[in-house]
């Protein structure tokens, strides 16, 4: 049997439902994380990567939905361990906590007209984008959402419905993905994940101010690139053509994890390949989220005592 988080009790997931006349399902009005978890056969253990730095972020997310996170970070993280060992997982996993407005008192889309419900689920899973092959991607047509309609920041489930469109048509289109501009014409993000460009040997990535979700393994490969490898690293506005120029592009995201890019627009990037500084981010990436960089095991968050 599978168990699922529905606030404030664990329950099988074939009893776990939502009331039909939910809010968040009608108008996409929650706030959610994705987060993985990966199994390390050496040490028979289940390491949840940046896991409290997911629920402090879920958390902060939620004050532009006017949603009020009832259990501390720290309270999540215990709750996140709890579940996955209930299910017994000894595979690669996804987490996703979503927290949600629950039933209206009445019609209207008022924040503050629904309760604060809260749920977490687990499950497998392996690769969501190749990582041992270049991508062919597309510049979307879709503009990525900007801050003052609905803020990309806030990884917020209404605002899927820009990824969703922008990823079904680069897929329909024979991409495997797509980078989002702005609705300024710069360069943002992918769909479900972050951008980094290699240009002059160094790295360069969107600023988070322009309408991207503040990735955690952005974070992460800008402290590894210029740790480990001795990369610059620099935020800043990137233009469209920046990408048909770059050395080397991939992306990264808890689902995407490192994926290189060898193509845009059908215009080759460097070999068309893989790069090699892109290999190294992915080499050391994964050694990090497996905790076997003592310097980094501090971010991975066993769940078996
Ligand atoms: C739109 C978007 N950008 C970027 C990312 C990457 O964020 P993170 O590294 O925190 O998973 C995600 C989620 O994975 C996303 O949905």
Redesign the pocket.
């Given at each position: 049997m599978k168990w699922v988080y529905m606030a404030p009790d664990f329950v099988p997931l074939n009893e776990a439902k939502v009331d039909i006349r939910t809010h968040g399902f009608s108008y996409g009005t929650l706030v959610f994380e994705?987060i993985r978890g990966y199994w390390d056969d050496e040490s028979q253990q289940v390491y949840i990567f940046r896991l409290k730095e997911?629920f402090e972020?879920l958390t902060r997310n939620g004050r532009i939905l006017k949603y009020e996170m009832s259990t501390t970070p720290d309270g999540l993280v215990e709750i996140c361990r709890e579940l996955v060992r209930k299910n017994g997982y000894q595979q690669d996993i996804y987490v996703k906590p979503i927290g949600y407005k629950g039933l209206p008192d009445t019609l209207g889309v008022t924040l503050t007209q629904a309760p604060d419900e809260f749920l977490m689920y687990t499950f497998p899973l392996g690769k969501f984008l190749a990582t041992d092959r270049a991508l062919k991607v597309c510049v979307s047509s879709w503009h990525r959402v900007p801050d003052n309609a609905i803020p990309?920041r806030g990884?917020i489930g209404g605002a899927?419905i820009n990824?969703a469109l922008a990823k079904s048509d680069a897929v329909a289109a024979g991409f495997d993905e797509c980078i989002m501009l702005t609705s300024q014409g710069n360069v943002a993000?992918?769909?479900?994940?972050?951008l980094f460009l290699v240009t002059g040997g160094g790295l360069v990535t969107p600023p988070v101010t322009e309408d991207?979700?503040?990735?955690?393994?952005?974070q992460?490969i800008m402290e590894i690139a210029s740790t480990e490898l001795g990369l610059s690293v620099t935020e800043r506005v990137v233009n469209r053509s920046e990408l048909y120029m770059a050395d080397e592009l991939f992306f990264?995201?808890?689902?995407?994890e490192v994926a290189g890019i060898g193509e845009v627009d059908s215009r080759r990037i460097g070999s068309g390949q893989i790069g090699p500084i892109t290999r190294q981010l992915q080499d050391l990436y994964f050694q990090v989220v497996h905790g076997r960089l003592p310097n980094y095991r501090s971010w991975c968050t066993p769940v078996y005592e």
């Open positions: 994705g997911h972020r990309a990884k899927y990824s993000e992918g769909s479900t994940s972050n991207i979700l503040v990735g955690i393994t952005r992460t990264c995201g808890t689902g995407a």
